[in-house]
């Protein structure tokens, strides 16, 4: 029986530029022995290393400011079997468009440590990581038996697939979000290896952003399909747990910013849950704004070329298919907010590299 902890960790990339000291916590135990440069807690690990490039020691905070995301599925274990020889065009894109925040999906543990270890130019960030599967071979293990038991302290971490968040300042708050979706976990008539649905969420301090905290989640939603559409249902019931969860983050003022595979058509009703009733044509009861809504060139059937926003956009895997969003809870103005997928090609992802942008208030 596979084991339901999902194993914790935070790596922290602390160079030039110093957004302050973290706060200090009497109920995180030391951890003693342990190499430099790396703290290590019962459920979280950090690890610094420094930026290539120094940073502006204040950051000037306007009364607006492009708030800059991306989320990318890099496909670390059936794409690219737990190597990391192709995350450097990922590092390259990150450091070319400079993003406050970063929601990466199916990444594995020796891709995530990767990232860790990688100066990045464009400045220092944080990452934090929750696992989708804790016994998945097909990250680099030939057997994952070892952690089939019941104690996380002898994981073979090659065995550890799931979902990263990123932000370029501190992050802090972590919340696990449980999507439910584990039973009954089937593809066409057969059953999966049973993953663990977590939309993993921090709040962020950004220096562009003044006092405003902004809270990503990264988030992974069931895959799949079968002719009774049981994987359609549990994305329905995914996806409005997911919203449900995050209405009190916006109720008290934080911008939410939620990025991630969907496996999810932008019509399909499970995106319900997050599109605006007003993005066309209709049926949404969500609070969220999707970086690419108001790209007129992929406006589907049912949405006018009028509309000023569309359950529509780019497609961000395979030829024509649109999985991959950017939801954004708040702008000044609609018609701030774009997308665009960077197409990475299937030697590095079969998802796109996806951007976002949208304008938000400071204060």
């Known amino acids: 029986m596979r084991r339901k902890l999902a194993p914790v960790m935070v790596i922290a990339l602390v160079g030039a530029l110093v957004f302050g000291p973290a706060p200090s916590d009497a109920s995180q135990p030391k951890a003693l022995g342990t190499p430099a440069g790396i703290a290590t807690t019962a459920d979280t690990t950090i690890m610094t290393t420094p ?11 306007a009364a607006t400011v492009g708030l800059k995301t991306v ?3 890099i496909c670390g274990g059936e794409c690219r079997k737990g190597t990391t020889d192709s995350l450097p065009v990922i590092a390259d894109l990150i ?23 990688h100066a990045f130019a464009s400045g220092t960030y944080q990452f934090g990581y929750t696992t989708l599967l804790t016994n998945y071979t097909g990250c680099g293990a030939t057997s994952c038996a070892v952690n089939e038991d019941t104690d996380p302290a002898n994981d073979d971490r090659r065995c550890w697939i799931g979902q ?27 059953f999966v290896n049973p993953r663990t649905f977590t939309a993993l969420c921090y709040d962020a301090s950004l220096a562009e952003l003044g006092t405003r905290v902004v809270k990503g989640c990264s988030v ?5 399909h079968d002719p ?22 916006i109720a008290v003022g934080k911008i939410v910013v939620v990025g991630g595979d969907f496996n999810s058509h932008p019509t399909d009703t499970a995106m319900d849950a997050l599109y605006r009733p007003q993005t066309a044509p209709g049926r949404g009861w969500g609070l969220f704004y999707e970086a ?10 049912g949405c006018p070329a009028t509309a000023t926003a569309c359950r529509s956009g780019a497609k961000t895997v395979a030829v024509a298919t649109k999985y991959d969003y950017l939801f954004f ?5 609609p018609a701030s907010v774009s997308g665009l997928p960077v197409d990475v090609g299937d030697s590095v992802s079969d998802h796109d590299f996806y951007r976002g942008l949208v304008e938000v208030r400071t204060s």
């Open 95 to 117: 450091d070319a468009y400079r993003p406050h925040l970063v929601m990466l999906q199916e990444v594995c543990w020796p891709q995530f440590e990767w990232f860790g270890g």
């Open 220 to 224: 992974h939603l069931r895959a799949f």
């Open 71 to 73: 989320t990318h599925n």
């Open 51 to 61: 930026s290539r490039t120094a940073a502006p020691s204040t950051v000037a905070v």
């Open 329 to 333: 809870s708040e702008t000044v103005d």
């Open 228 to 249: 009774t559409n049981i994987n359609g249902r549990a994305r329905i019931a995914q996806a409005a747990s997911l919203a449900s969860n995050l209405d009190g983050d």
């Open 292 to 301: 690419d809504q108001d790209d007129s060139n992929y406006y589907a059937a």
């Open 164 to 190: 990263v968040v990123g932000a370029r300042g501190t992050l802090s708050n972590r919340d696990e979000i449980a999507l439910g979706g584990e039973r009954y976990q089937i593809s066409e008539d057969h």
